[in-house]
Nanobody
Framework: QVQLVESGGGLVQAGGSLRLSCAAS????????MGWFRQAPGKEREFVAA????????RYADSVRGRFIISKDNAENTGYLQMNSLKPEDTAVYYC?????????????????WGQGTQVTVSS
């Protein structure tokens, strides 16, 4: 497993943008797939986006496709989630997750490393 630390959350107005970062503790993160999930109050944690180990393949939830971009910089052991055209319904705690083996997946239980989460609040 690797330790993951998210940053970049905050308060933004609807229509605005934020970029979340996910810093990994080990260089083996370069061989990991990475996912972003979010959890709003009273709701289950849901899939947002995922990228395979080398960034060549991505997957998005329907609710964010066309607005969010996931990427991974293996040289920096860091992943990113660029969030554009934010909506109030995007308000949640966002978590990054890592999966050894590198193959992309949207299934929460296939990720073995998780960050502590970062709050994103979108005001209307």
């Amino acid at each position: 497993q690797v330790q993951l630390v998210e940053s970049g959350g905050g308060l933004v107005q609807a229509g605005g943008s934020l970029r979340l970062s996910c810093a990994a503790s080990r260089r083996t993160f370069s061989s990991y797939a990475m996912g972003w999930f979010r959890q709003a109050p009273g709701k289950e944690r849901e899939f947002v986006a995922a990228v395979n180990w080398n960034g060549a393949s991505t997957r998005y939830a329907d609710s964010v496709r066309g607005r969010f971009i996931i990427s991974k910089d293996n040289a920096e052991n860091t992943g990113y989630l660029q969030m554009n055209s934010l909506k109030p319904e995007d308000t949640a705690v966002y978590y990054c997750a890592g999966k050894a083996g590198g193959f992309i997946t949207s299934l929460r239980n296939e990720y073995e490393s998780w960050g502590q989460g970062t709050q994103v609040t979108v005001s209307s």
